[in-house]
């Protein structure tokens, strides 16, 4: 066997192989953006179509747990996974009965605990890290994560508007750098 020169087309140029689709990137930024924009625009709406995307996750997430549950190799977590995973179903089919404000509450009540159990975690492990690198990060991270969970329980309406609109705002950057990306991208395939 000789060792021939690529020609063109066995090539693996990474921009030359994205190149040809820079389009798809400018779309993807061009609807980024358009969400951004409406979520801006339509809080309630954002924050009603992110309950029903949580409560989709829910039910699906449940159903998993349950049917992990009913398996062979769930081991001694066989009960665990089935209340769970009736919690997450019956939870789940409530956000489709609740209104607007009470599914509001419910994602910040969610958000709230994760941000308490995961600020706990980073600051254990922070604590536990004695005289290892970015263990201050840990700890502070771990504070600031666990002061965010408190506000988002203590009031729960006004946290998650500010959660639409932060992320609204990330959307119309995220999109921008799309759209920017796409021309750069096909400005080097070329």
Do not use: C, Y
Request: net charge positive; proline share 2%.
């Amino acid at each position: 066997m000789t060792n021939a020169p690529a020609t063109g087309s066995e090539e693996t140029n990474p921009i030359g192989a994205i190149g040809d689709k820079w389009w798809l990137l400018l779309v993807l930024g061009l609807i980024t953006v358009a969400s951004g924009i409406l979520a801006i625009n339509h809080p309630v709406t954002a924050v009603r179509s992110v309950s029903i995307i949580f409560g989709i996750w829910l039910i699906f997430s449940g159903i998993g747990s349950i049917a992990r549950g009913f398996g062979d190799n769930a081991g001694g977590g066989k009960v665990l996974l089935l209340i769970s995973g009736i919690l997450s179903l019956t939870l789940g089919i409530m956000f489709f009965r609740e209104d607007i404000i009470s599914q509001a509450i419910w994602v910040s009540f969610f958000i709230g605990i994760s941000f308490l159990f995961r600020g706990i975690a980073e600051l254990a492990a922070g604590f536990a890290a004695k005289g290892q690198d970015g263990r201050g990060w840990l700890i502070f991270m771990g504070i600031i994560t666990i002061l965010a969970g408190v506000v988002m329980l203590s009031n729960p309406i006004a946290s998650i508007i500010t959660w639409v609109r932060l992320i609204s705002f990330f959307l119309l950057v995220i999109g921008f750098m799309e759209i920017f990306s796409s021309f750069k991208v096909r400005k080097l395939s070329k």
